[in-house]
């Protein structure tokens, strides 16, 4: 009888270890906090989560500061490439050398004043890691963005041809989709 339950517990454990981890429905990060982009045909989006404190307005009011933090962060990573592609471009141009702080120094006013009159596109309760999390997710559309771009181009004072406009217009989108899509994948990996 105890060789036979001995037998049977060994079975049981060598299909319980067969079947791997048990996949809990409450660790499942939803699409629209996962890949925010996924969610907006054009433009940019970001989320970000905060435990729960029952204090709704207090949650939200962090949540939503830390998206905009996570989107300027993206805003600053695609002016810093937009400013090497238009050094590159005007070495190439003329052979002199420019200083890549005029990009910088004046988005950083321009990002804050556009984001801060940015609006929550989306905000809720979801179950991540077995903990509750209020999630915001906030939206740039495409003209919010072109504004920004040609608002950091004037104030930058550089000269720039419609044709280096066109490429650093195209930079610029493609590193914060860029960005955003890598943002993602870094979450997904972390929560599996």
Same mark, same amino acid.
């Given at each position: 009888?105890?060789?036979?339950?001995?037998?049977?517990?060994?079975?049981?454990?060598?299909?319980?270890?067969?079947?791997?981890?048990?996949?809990?429905?409450?660790?499942?990060?939803?699409?629209?906090?996962?890949?925010?982009?996924?969610?907006?045909?054009?433009?940019?989006?970001?989320?970000?989560?905060?435990?729960?404190?029952?204090?709704?307005?207090?949650?939200?009011?962090?949540?939503?500061?830390?998206?905009?933090?996570?989107?300027?962060?993206?805003?600053?990573?695609?002016? %810093?490439?937009?400013? =090497?592609?238009? $050094?590159?471009? /005007?070495?190439?141009?003329? *052979? !002199?050398?420019?200083?890549?702080?005029? &990009?910088?120094?004046?988005?950083?006013?321009?990002?804050?004043?556009?984001?801060?009159?940015?609006?929550?596109?989306?905000?809720?309760? %979801?179950?991540?890691? =077995?903990?509750? $999390?209020?999630? /915001?997710?906030?939206?740039? *559309? !495409?003209?919010?963005?072109?504004?920004? &771009?040609?608002?950091?181009?004037?104030?930058?004072?550089?000269?720039?041809?419609?044709?280096?406009?066109?490429?650093?217009?195209?930079?610029?989108?493609?590193?914060?989709?860029?960005?955003?899509?890598?943002?993602?994948?870094?979450?997904?990996?972390?929560?599996?």
């Amino acid at each position: 009888m105890i060789r036979n339950v001995i037998i049977i517990s060994g079975i049981a454990m060598a299909l319980a270890a067969c079947a791997g981890p048990e996949e809990r429905p409450e660790d499942h990060i939803p699409d629209w906090v996962a890949d925010p982009q996924s969610q907006v045909s054009d433009g940019l989006a970001a989320t970000q989560c905060v435990p729960a404190s029952e204090q709704f307005s207090i949650d939200r009011n962090e949540a939503v500061a830390l998206t905009r933090q996570a989107m300027a962060a993206q805003i600053e990573v695609s002016v %810093e490439s937009m400013d =090497e592609t238009y $050094q590159q471009q /005007t070495r190439t141009a003329d *052979g !002199e050398a420019v200083s890549g702080s005029t &990009f910088q120094s004046v988005s950083r006013q321009l990002t804050d004043q556009t984001l801060s009159g940015l609006r929550v596109a989306r905000t809720g309760y %979801e179950t991540i890691n =077995e903990r509750r $999390q209020l999630c /915001t997710m906030l939206v740039m *559309g !495409e003209s919010t963005m072109r504004q920004l &771009f040609d608002d950091i181009l004037a104030a930058s004072e550089r000269p720039v041809a419609a044709q280096d406009e066109a490429v650093l217009w195209e930079q610029f989108r493609h590193s914060m989709a860029r960005e955003e899509m890598d943002r993602a994948l870094e979450r997904r990996r972390g929560g599996e």
